[in-house]
């Protein structure tokens, strides 16, 4: 079946570095890949996705790419700020479902 | 983006009392919601597909009986945990599908509560 596989938390960074989280991934055909964020106290958000080979998602200086050789789709920004802090899931979703897959989730904690 | 609410968002309770758990999208009709548990340092496992106006269709190893899902309007669905446990104590989470949503593909996207935390002493 399905996999998400994500790096364990937590990851603790102070401001302005450099973030990687990674996710690998197993699935069958060609799924859409996504990365979740959730705040503390708060649900879900969609905060980027990709649906096919070597597509780059990206949304508030956040980046992934869908690399279908190597089923990867880390999450990358350049500088990260406090405001940063929450909880990352990567999820991928097969076919035409509509039920992601998702991953343990990372915990990334920026300090000033 | 469309809202979903829960409600409510942490609780506490006796081991055998019953707990009822509503998730409501605000601005948009969601024919199809979904209940998932959450456990600390683990991945969101879904529970079940809530369907309005029918049954709700639970995953391979969920009691059906234990958690009880009730979807009766395009706004509203509820899970009751039946006669708590302390093995229950858990992060509930739903999300809503929002038909007028899509993603790429054309599958819709679902939009996510801010979850309920059990607790069952």
């Known amino acids: 079946g399905d996999s998400v596989t994500q790096m364990e938390g937590p990851v603790t960074l102070s401001e302005e570095a450099f973030l990687t989280i990674n996710c690998t991934y197993t699935?069958?055909?060609?799924?859409?890949l996504f990365w979740y964020v959730q705040y503390p106290g708060e649900g879900l958000q969609l905060l980027l996705k990709?649906?096919?080979?070597?597509d780059k998602g990206s949304n508030k200086g956040f980046e992934a790419t869908y690399r279908k050789e190597t089923t990867s789709f880390h999450l990358e920004k350049g500088s990260v700020q406090v405001s940063d802090s929450a909880v990352y899931f990567c999820?991928?979703?097969?076919?035409?479902?509509?039920?992601?897959?998702f991953g343990r989730g990372t915990s990334l904690i920026v300090h000033p | 983006g469309a809202v979903v609410s829960q409600h409510p968002s942490r609780v506490i309770c006796k081991s055998g009392t019953s707990v009822k758990i509503e998730c409501r999208s605000l601005?948009?009709?969601?024919?199809?919601m979904f209940w998932y548990r959450q456990f600390p340092k683990q991945s969101l496992m879904l529970m079940a597909t809530?369907?309005?106006?029918?049954?709700?269709?639970?995953e391979q190893g969920v009691e059906k009986d234990k958690f009880l899902i009730n979807h009766a309007s395009l706004t509203l669905s509820t899970l009751t945990v039946t006669s708590a446990h302390p093995e229950d104590s858990s992060f509930y989470i739903c999300?809503?599908?929002?038909?007028?949503?899509?993603?790429?593909?054309?599958?819709?996207?679902?939009?996510f509560g801010p979850g309920t935390r059990l607790t069952v002493l």
């Open positions: 999300s809503a599908r929002d038909l007028a949503s899509t993603s790429g593909g054309g599958v819709n996207e679902q939009f």
């Open positions: 699935a069958t055909g060609y799924p859409s």
């Open positions: 990709a649906t096919k080979a070597d």
């Open positions: 999820a991928l979703r097969s076919g035409g479902s509509y039920i992601p897959t």
């Open positions: 601005d948009f009709q969601a024919t199809t």
């Open positions: 809530s369907n309005e106006g029918s049954k709700a269709t639970y």
